[in-house]
C-alpha cells in the first residue's frame, strides 16, 4: 500500500501522473487530505516518494469532460474525493476512455454534484461576503477591508480571482476557518484559517446596509424556505443587512396587507365598513347588515348583492370556500347551486349536519366576467382577497370555532398563508390563530369542473375522507 497526501487539484494532479506512470492501481494506493488533517498512518504504508516512479512515462491522456470537472470537484471538503479522482482517472486510461459519458455511472455522479456543489459555494461566496472598512497606516491608503466568510468547500483559491478583479484598488483580506486570502493591491497571499472573533469591529457604514434592505424588503414576494435555500442561515452573522431578516419576516403579513390594500394612494379594505361599536364587531347579525354596503373593493359594482356567511352563530366548525358563484349572488346564500350540492353529499358522507356548522367565503361578492349573457366565474385577486378578509376574520371572532375547513387553494391562502399548496398539503391539520383545528381540502367546484371521471371520484372520495377526518377529531 502507498500513501499519497493532496492539498489542491495541482498537488493531485502531479501525484496522479506519478502513480499512474508507476502503473498503481487506485487499490494500492491510500489518499489522504492535508487540509483535512493527515496525521500518521495507522497502516504499514509506502510513501509515494518510495515508489518506483519512471521518470519518463506514457503521457496520460484524459477527456476535457473530466478536467473540467475534476478541477471544481477537487475543491469540495469530502474526504473522499482524491480517492475517487484517481479511480475515475484510472479507468479512464485503462480500458473506459468513454466512461464520462455515462450520465448513470456512481463515480461520475459523484463527481458531477461534488463540481456543481462547488459552484454554487463559489457563488455564494461572491455574493455574501460584506468588507469591514478598518483603518490601517501600513497601507498606500491607510485603510484596508476585511470580511470573514464560511464556505463550505475549499473555495478560496478558486473564489480569490473574482474579488481582485472586482476589488483591484483596495487592499482587501477575507478570512475563512479554512484559509485565508490577502490582496494588497499588487499581490495574492494565502495563509491559514482563522475564527470569526478574528474580524474586526462592526463598521459604522454597515447601518447603510441595514438601511438599504429594510427599504427594498417586498414581503409580497417573502418566500421563507426558497430564502434560506438561497440565503443558508450559517451566513446571516457576518451580512449586517441580515439582522433585520427575524424583524422583517415577523412583520411582513402586516406588511403585506397594508401593501395589497393601498392602491394609488386610496385605502382597499372593507375594515371601514365594520360596525363600530366593539360588541356589534362580535355579533353575526350585525356584521352581515354592515357587509350589504361594503364597498372596500371594486367587486361590489357588477355583484347582485354581498353574500355573507350562513349557519349558526355557535358553529363548531366553519367552512370557508373562495366566493359566491352565479346562483349564490342571485340567490344570497353561499352554496346553494351545484357546488353546493357536491358539498352536502360529501358531508353527509362524513356524517356532518350541515345545518350545525356555518359556512362563508373568503370574499363576499360574486366576480366574474361575461360571455354573452352568461356570467362566467372569474378569480378574485389577493387584493381582493386581502380587502375582504376583515369580514372573515370578524366571522372568526364572532363564532371561535374549534375547526376551520378551507375549501379550495384561495380560501385555503388566505388563511393558512401564501405558500400553501392545496396539491401537496391538502388534509393536513394545522393550528392557527383562528382554530386549533385548521385544514384545507378541495372545493366542490373543482371537482366538477375535472374533465376525467376517475379523477372526479378520487377528487370526491378526497374531499369526503377530509372531512370525515374533521368530524372524528371533533370528538375527541
Aim: proline share 7%.
Amino acid at each position: 500500500m502507498h500513501h499519497a497526501t493532496a492539498d489542491r487539484w495541482e498537488d493531485f494532479r502531479v501525484l496522479a501522473r506519478q502513480l499512474a506512470a508507476a502503473r498503481l492501481s487506485p487499490a494500492e494506493v491510500r489518499w489522504t487530505d492535508l487540509r483535512d488533517g493527515a496525521g500518521d498512518s495507522l497502516f504499514d504504508e509506502e510513501p509515494i516518494a518510495n515508489a518506483a516512479v519512471p521518470e519518463d512515462g506514457p503521457p496520460l491522456k484524459v477527456p476535457p469532460a473530466f478536467l473540467k470537472l475534476a478541477r471544481g470537484a477537487a475543491c469540495h471538503s469530502d474526504p473522499g474525493r482524491w480517492e475517487t479522482l484517481y479511480g475515475l482517472l484510472w479507468r479512464l486510461s485503462h480500458g473506459e476512455p468513454h466512461l464520462m459519458s455515462d450520465a448513470a455511472d456512481p463515480d461520475v455522479v459523484r463527481l458531477t454534484m461534488w463540481a456543481k456543489a462547488v459552484r454554487r459555494d463559489v457563488h455564494k461566496m461572491k455574493a455574501f461576503v460584506r468588507f469591514r472598512r478598518i483603518n490601517d497606516a501600513n497601507t498606500s491608503h491607510g485603510e484596508r477591508f476585511v470580511a470573514w466568510h464560511r464556505p463550505d468547500h475549499h473555495i478560496v483559491r478558486a473564489a480569490a480571482p473574482f474579488f481582485v478583479r472586482r476589488f483591484a484598488p483596495m487592499h482587501w483580506a477575507i478570512l475563512t476557518p479554512r484559509e485565508s486570502v490577502e490582496w494588497d493591491t499588487h499581490d495574492l497571499a494565502f495563509g491559514p484559517g482563522v475564527p470569526r472573533s478574528e474580524l474586526p469591529a462592526d463598521d459604522p457604514t454597515e447601518e447603510l446596509w441595514d438601511t438599504y434592505y429594510r427599504h427594498i424588503f417586498n414581503p409580497a414576494r417573502l418566500k421563507i424556505k426558497a430564502m434560506k435555500a438561497e440565503l443558508p442561515v450559517r451566513h446571516w452573522p457576518t451580512l449586517p443587512e441580515a439582522a433585520a431578516i427575524p424583524d422583517l419576516i415577523r412583520s411582513a403579513a402586516d406588511r403585506e396587507r397594508r401593501m395589497i390594500s393601498t392602491t394609488e394612494g386610496f385605502a382597499m379594505s372593507a375594515a371601514e365598513y365594520l360596525p363600530e361599536a366593539p360588541e356589534r364587531r362580535t355579533d353575526l347579525s350585525a356584521l352581515e347588515r354592515a357587509a350589504e354596503a361594503c364597498k372596500g373593493c371594486d367587486l361590489y359594482k357588477d355583484a347582485t348583492q354581498t353574500v355573507f356567511g350562513a349557519g349558526p352563530a355557535d358553529a363548531e366548525i366553519v367552512f370557508v370556500g373562495e366566493q359566491p358563484g352565479d346562483n349564490e349572488d342571485r340567490q344570497g346564500e353561499p352554496f346553494v347551486g351545484p357546488a353546493g350540492q357536491v358539498l352536502n353529499d360529501a358531508l353527509e358522507d362524513a356524517g356532518i349536519d350541515r345545518s350545525k356548522v356555518y359556512i362563508t367565503n373568503a370574499v363576499k361578492h360574486f366576480k366574474h366576467t361575461l360571455q354573452g349573457s352568461r356570467r362566467i366565474h372569474a378569480k378574485p385577486s389577493a387584493r381582493e382577497v386581502t380587502a375582504c378578509k376583515p369580514w372573515i376574520e370578524a366571522e372568526f371572532a364572532a363564532i371561535k370555532p374549534k375547526a376551520i375547513v378551507c375549501l379550495g387553494a384561495t380560501a385555503a391562502q388566505a388563511i393558512l398563508g401564501r405558500d400553501f399548496r392545496i396539491t401537496k398539503q391538502r388534509g393536513e391539520i394545522r393550528e392557527t390563530d383562528f382554530s386549533p383545528i385548521t385544514t384545507a381540502t378541495w372545493h366542490p367546484s373543482a371537482i366538477l369542473r375535472n374533465p376525467e371521471e376517475d379523477a372526479t371520484q378520487r377528487m370526491y372520495d378526497d374531499l369526503a375522507d377530509d372531512l370525515y377526518a374533521v368530524a372524528q377529531l371533533m370528538t375527541k
